[in-house]
Structure formats: C-alpha cells, structure tokens
C-alpha cells in the first residue's frame, strides 16, 4: 500500500480516533467470508440457548436464526483466522500499532434483517484496559453496510483525551455508557458504512454503539482486536477457560516479535469488575442488559 495512503490513515486515526478502507477484500475474498458465516449461522439452527460459539437474539428459531454474535469464529473456520496475515490488512496494522502486533479476541456481530439489535454506547478500553494504549479494532463488513441495516455508529475525535467513561452502574460493570451522565452530544456520531470487503480500524478508546437493523438486510461485521506486542492486558492472561476461547497469549503473535517486556504508560484504568452476577465470559450483548437507562430502547 503506499505510503501517502498509510500517511493519511495515520492523521486520520490520531484525529478522529478512526479511518475507513473501502473494498481491502474483493467481492471473491469476501464471499468466502459470507459463505463461511452462513454455514454457521445454518448450524445454529438446532439451538434453542447460547452455547460458547453463538450468542442467540431473543426469538431465535430453528425457522427463523437471529444471531446476534458469533464468539471466536476464528477458531472455528480458517477463513476468519487467515485474514489476520491478509498483506493488505498488514501493512495497515503496522503503520499504526508498528512491526510487532497480537490480537486477543475476534467476534461476529450480526444483525438480523428486520429489528437485529443495537448495542450501546461504550469504549472497547473499558474492557480490555492494557498496559499501554496501542489497542485497536478492525471491523470487517461482510455485508454491505448503509445507514439502515445497524452500522457502527462512531463519536468522532471521542478518543481524546484519553478518559475512561463510567460502564459502571452501582458498582457493578454493565459495559454501557449511561447516554443521560456521559456529557457526550450523541448527534455528532457518524454511521460507518460501505460495501461488503471494507474494513474500519477504531482506537480502543472511542465511543461506539451500534443502531438496530430496520432494514430487509442482514449485517454481519466482523470485529478483530489487535494491539502492540508489548501492550498487556491489565485484567492478567486469562485461565484456561479463557485460553480455549483466545488461545495462549503467546500463540496469539500476528506480525514481528512477541515481547515479554510490557511497555508501561501512564493512562486512565477502571477495571471491568465485578460483573454482573450470573455472567461469567458473557457477551457485551449479555452484559448491557444490567444497563437499565438505555440510548437505543
Ligand atoms: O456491532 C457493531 O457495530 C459494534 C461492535 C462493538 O462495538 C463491539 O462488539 O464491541
């Protein structure tokens, strides 16, 4: 990719905290992806609960699937885990994080066509605070994303100056910015859209939620997170139930050296603890719930 392009990523995400990529995979990469996250949602049909991998709407059916996350689809189907060396993605990755990058978690959001659900407002720091802020995610459209099908709704330059929000409520981590205490003009939120193959990469500490599907269409975006190699996270390397989920941290080497030497910055943490009670690994869709003053009823 040339370095002007790289350059102006770079201004844009120190500025606006994001940036878009129009098209990174052709129509023949993406549906891959499409095909892959069929299949899935295909197997889901036989549930009636969430199980480990899908993360039900209210009113699924084997009729009707309404999924509304896919945890790790990584480990389930190459197709997700390959394009972590994609070289495009890469050479993007680098310009912002530097040679050496990790990613934790990958995770499936989809919208179901007619009502699937939004997400509230929140930074994905308040989740995974690290030892130092070179955390990022990268979206991946796997549909063609317009106003109207649920896109990610981003607060422009809401990353600076690096705070953390209140996802808190009577002490308990409810993983949603309360829109009535926040101070923040919700107005200024812009909808990231675009076709199928497109990614956007947001810092780890911009305000996002997500609007509910009122169209016809689905939405189906993918979310990786990616972070320099020596930004640790501050909640520890999770036990082995975790590890199944994420694989090993030292497994979890995208480009570069792995580092056991975190690099310390001084920066706002408020840890996501204690959960709410009877979530142990819960989705952000499961944890929210505990937020009773909700922006999109
Ligand atoms: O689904 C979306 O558009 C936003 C995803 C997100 O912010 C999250 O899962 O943390």
């Known amino acids: 990719?040339?370095?002007?392009?790289?350059?102006?990523?770079?201004?844009?995400?120190?500025?606006?905290?994001?940036?878009?990529?129009p098209d990174l995979l052709d129509e023949t990469e993406i549906q891959?992806?499409?095909?892959?996250?069929?299949?899935?949602?295909?197997?889901?049909?036989?549930?009636?609960?969430?199980?480990?991998?899908?993360?039900?709407?209210?009113?699924?059916?084997?009729?009707?699937?309404?999924?509304?996350?896919?945890?790790?689809?990584?480990?389930?189907?190459?197709?997700?885990?390959?394009?972590?060396?994609?070289?495009?993605?890469?050479?993007?990755?680098t310009a912002i994080l530097g040679p050496d990058i990790r990613h934790q978690y990958v995770k499936l959001n989809s919208k179901a066509a007619d009502g699937g659900v939004p997400l509230e407002w929140h930074q994905d720091w308040a989740f995974y605070p690290h030892t130092n802020d070179s955390v990022l995610a990268v979206g991946l459209m796997i549909d063609d994303v317009g106003p109207d099908n649920?896109?990610?709704?981003?607060?422009?330059?809401?990353?600076?100056?690096?705070?953390?929000?209140?996802?808190?409520?009577?002490?308990?981590?409810?993983?949603?910015?309360?829109?009535?205490?926040?101070?923040?003009?919700?107005?200024?939120?812009?909808?990231?859209?675009?076709?199928?193959?497109?990614?956007?990469?947001?810092?780890?500490?911009?305000?996002?939620?997500?609007?509910?599907?009122t169209s016809p269409r689905m939405r189906r975006n993918c979310f990786y997170e990616f972070m320099a190699s020596d930004a640790w996270p501050l909640e520890g390397i999770h036990g082995e139930d975790m590890k199944i989920v994420l694989g090993p941290i030292e497994s979890r080497g995208v480009a570069g050296q792995a580092v056991v030497t975190p690099r310390l910055a001084e920066g706002p943490v408020r840890l996501p603890l204690p959960r709410p009670a009877g979530q142990r690994y819960g989705s952000i869709y499961e944890i929210q719930q505990a937020m009773p003053n909700r922006f999109f009823a």
């Open 150 to 213: 649920g896109p990610t709704l981003i607060i422009p330059g809401s990353h600076r100056p690096r705070r953390v929000l209140d996802h808190h409520r009577d002490g308990v981590f409810v993983g949603a910015i309360d829109p009535d205490r926040a101070g923040l003009d919700f107005d200024q939120a812009v909808p990231v859209t675009g076709s199928a193959g497109t990614i956007y990469v947001f810092d780890a500490f911009i305000v996002h939620g997500a609007a509910r599907n």
């Open 32 to 93: 891959r992806f499409r095909d892959a996250t069929d299949a899935l949602i295909e197997r889901s049909r036989k549930l009636t609960g969430s199980d480990e991998i899908f993360d039900l709407e209210p009113g699924h059916t084997s009729e009707q699937p309404r999924i509304r996350r896919i945890k790790a689809p990584h480990r389930v189907d190459p197709v997700f885990d390959e394009f972590m060396q994609h070289p495009a993605l890469l050479s993007v990755l």
């Open 1 to 21: 990719m040339e370095q002007r392009i790289l350059q102006s990523y770079r201004d844009q995400y120190r500025d606006r905290g994001y940036f878009v990529v």
